[in-house]
């Protein structure tokens, strides 16, 4: 190859920066991949499963199986939707505490990445990535 995949340079990259958030995030119990489900469902309250896979571009079995983990940690609690057939999730009073300790952790992070990049940097990495 004459050069760099770009798969392979997102994906490292994509593992990089995770690993600083969940660093970031330790402290608190969780990882980035929960604490952005607990931010959504901060700000969406209530939702049915399917709804907030959409919203995350998850598939319904990944959001289920996260879900569950996180219900497991006393974070979310699960419950009927307003269809019978579908569950719902939502916030405990455990996981809104733990959402608003994680902010100034995940703000760090988001400093961090800034500071590395700068912030022309930062920002025109947000842009290329809003691109694809």
Excluded: H
């Excluded at 699960?78 to 455990?94: I, P």
């Excluded at 809104?96 to 800034?114: F, N, Y």
């Amino acid at each position: 190859m004459k050069s760099l995949c770009y798969c392979t340079a997102a994906r490292g990259a994509a593992r990089k920066i995770t690993a600083l958030y969940d660093e970031a995030l330790a402290p608190i119990g969780v990882n980035v991949a929960q604490f952005t489900l607990l931010r959504n469902l901060a700000r969406q309250g209530d939702i049915a499963l399917t709804e907030l896979g959409e919203l995350l571009g998850l598939d319904r079995s990944t959001i289920g199986r996260n879900v569950r983990i996180m219900e497991k940690m006393g974070l979310v609690s699960l419950g009927k939707g307003e269809d019978q057939r579908e569950t719902a999730v939502a916030l405990t009073s455990k996981g809104k505490q733990v959402c608003r300790a994680g902010a100034p952790l995940w703000d760090t992070a988001q400093s961090d990445i800034e500071q590395k990049l700068g912030r022309k940097k930062a920002a025109e990495l947000r842009s290329l990535l809003a691109a694809l």
